[in-house]
């Protein structure tokens, strides 16, 4: 069964730095994208990122350009997200996901995500 | 402001028939990418429910159902039941943006 698992909720203060993480089981790690999807207290999905864990190729949506970091390592099969300092803006429940994804002389196109995590909760309060 | 567009809300009553709107724009669903919908229960992680615009994973109940014309795409939801009641949200792909979500359908079952 293919499945990611998330590391628990974290509280953190303003300023402070982040790494959580998204480990993948019952797949080859290596060899398929993984996402991150930020949803905002009471709010919608947004679509922050994804990379390739063979050979770290990193993709930022341009509102999340700059803002946080994504990684993986590959031997422990485990992607993260992180942050240098944190914001009280950063509050919020943090997915990854697989995404489905298509190749073409174009370049890559992303599609569905399935599974997901089961999420992360991060809080970040004076 | 998200690029697709939902509408905030919907219902129905049990045993009815609902859709839910997704509207995109040419560098989206209008240029050809697919759309996809997720079901999110409350306190819980979303879940596929339709991708490449109208397939539906395995376990899914047929009562849900996937459709795009242009720029939109629409979930349908038939034989309503209580369990139902969940937030609904369409996903595409933006040629300048990369991936995109709708903004959130609440589906109440009165």
Request: with cysteine; proline share 6%; aromatic share 14%.
């Amino acid at each position: 069964e293919v499945q990611l698992v998330q590391s628990g909720a974290e509280v953190k203060k303003p300023g402070e730095s982040l790494k959580i993480s998204c480990k993948g089981s019952g797949y080859s790690f290596t060899s398929y994208w993984i996402g991150w999807v930020r949803q905002m207290p009471g709010k919608g999905l947004e679509w922050m990122g994804i990379i390739y864990p063979g050979d770290s190729d990193t993709r930022y949506s341009p509102s999340f350009q700059g803002q946080v970091t994504i990684s993986a390592d590959k031997s422990i099969s485990t992607a993260y997200l992180q942050w240098s300092s944190l914001k009280a803006s950063d509050t919020a429940m943090y997915y990854c996901a697989r995404p489905s994804y298509y190749y073409d002389s174009s370049g890559y196109y992303f599609r569905w995500f399935d599974p997901w995590g089961q999420g992360t909760l991060v809080t970040v309060s004076s | 402001q998200s690029v697709l567009t939902q509408p905030p809300s919907v219902s129905g009553a049990p045993g009815q028939r609902v859709t839910i709107s997704c509207t995109g724009s040419s560098s989206n669903i209008g240029a050809g990418y697919d759309v996809h919908w997720y079901q999110q229960l409350p306190g819980t992680a979303p879940k596929l429910l339709i991708y490449g615009n109208s397939n539906r994973p395995s376990g899914v109940p047929d009562r849900f159902s996937g459709s795009k014309s242009g720029t939109s795409a629409s979930l349908a939801i038939s034989g309503l039941q209580a369990e139902d009641e969940a937030d609904y949200y369409c996903q595409s792909y933006d040629s300048s943006l990369g991936g995109v979500f709708g903004g959130g359908t609440k589906l109440t079952v009165l």
